[in-house]
């Protein structure tokens, strides 16, 4: 069992973050952004970035190559609606995929929109966590934060 300490400040003891997300034990800020059978988009808030999407598989499994069929169609269908999306209603022109298979939760795909300002941390895979952390430690002013929210309804409301 973990300790997590959620974005509201709430600690819970879990086995796994993405089961307790997927299956509900948990509800994320800003709720779900679509389900498919095999698949949960949330959005982690801690990191406010409009359109940041995290994908993850229900079934609680760490590495691609342990993915069904079934799964893996699934998959790269939410996967490309999702970005489709981002696209057309937040106007996201390009996007970071950042999955590792040793998570210490399971099987979850982060979809990092990039924005001009990233820029500055660079332009390969080692600028995704200071972009990540600048964005946490910086970037939680109540007005972003309602930005992001609305980012998520709007993705809401075209994926479902
Ligand atoms: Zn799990």
Redesign the pocket.
């Known amino acids: 069992m973990r300790t997590i300490t959620l974005s509201n400040g709430r600690t819970v003891e879990i086995e ?1 973050l ?2 307790a997300l997927t299956s509900g034990v948990i509800e994320p800020d800003g709720g779900v952004i679509v389900e498919t059978e095999y698949f949960h988009a949330h959005q982690d808030v801690a990191y406010p970035i409009k359109g940041l999407v995290i994908l993850a598989s229900k079934r ?1 499994i760490t590495c691609f190559d342990e993915l069904t069929e079934e799964e893996q169609l699934d998959y790269i269908r939410i996967l490309t609606k999702i970005r489709k999306v981002q696209r057309k209603v937040l106007g996201i022109d390009y996007v970071y995929y950042f999955y590792n298979e040793d998570t210490t ?2 099987f979850h795909t982060w979809m990092v929109p990039r924005y001009e300002w990233m820029y500055e941390f660079g332009r390969s895979v080692e600028s995704v966590r200071p972009v990540l952390l600048h964005a946490r430690n910086e970037m939680n002013s109540e007005e972003n934060r309602k930005e992001v929210m609305q980012a998520i309804e709007a993705l809401v409301e075209e994926l479902n």
């Open positions: 796994c993405s089961c609680h939760h399971h």
